[in-house]
């Protein structure tokens, strides 16, 4: 495939009685990382733009790259006929990397059959969450995959409730909905954009227009938590990391059917 630039917007939306929301542009890339790439952008070489597979698929900082998620997938018996995987992340700029949350694709005739959100926290730690229907059909725009909660991310949230995964990713844009509830709190999290051509015009409009990448995403990440702090949101100390990587999800089952 042609690696894609997705110039998307995130939100972010807290629920309870304690509201604070915002919006931001943020610069992902999908690749199946064997595609040749643009000429800033470099899959396990430094660059302006850069994949590395020690980022991503297993422990943070030591990962496997796309063998990792090709193994999850043969053990889960996801048909490797036809299959194709793919990354969808937030490239490192420069020598900096930091990446909330990942998502490795699993297409089978051109339509997702599974994905795992590989989420990364500031406090240093990682938890997957594995989403696909039980018989490995197409996951459609209005499916609700469901995960408990086992990592700390937020200070501000407790290890408890579930998230509920929304996934669409059509031939032209990017949509994926995360809503995380415990009781009436929780975050609403949203990830949407245009599918298009990764470009080094593309990459570099991207590090003029936000740029130091993961300095940027961090310095947001911390401006927001100071704001909750100021509004005086209950503060939790680092909590212990999960006793293992995966948590495995499952569909949402609706009354009556």
Known sequence: MQI???QAQTHHARRGSLKNAFNYGVDYVMTDLSSETPRLLSHNRFNLWSVHDRHHGGTRG??????????LLDSRGLQAEGRQLLLLTQ???LWFHFNPVSFWIALVDGTPRAFVAEVNSTFGQRHCYFCAHQDFRPIEPGDTLIADKL????????IAGHYRFNFDLSDTRINIRILFENGD??????LCGTRRRATS???LWAAIR???GAVRVLTLIHWQ???LYLKRAPFLKKQPAPERMMTEGQTLRRVGK
Do not use: C, Y
């Open 4 to 6: 894609e630039h997705i």
């Open 62 to 71: 030591d990962g496997q790259g796309a063998a990792w998620f090709k193994a």
């Open 210 to 212: 936000r740029p130091l």
């Open 151 to 158: 990592m700390h991310v937020s200070p501000f949230q407790k």
């Open 185 to 190: 709190q929780g975050v609403l999290a949203t």
């Open 201 to 203: 015009g593309s990459l």
């Open 225 to 227: 938590a100071a704001i």
């Open 91 to 93: 490239p490192s700029f």
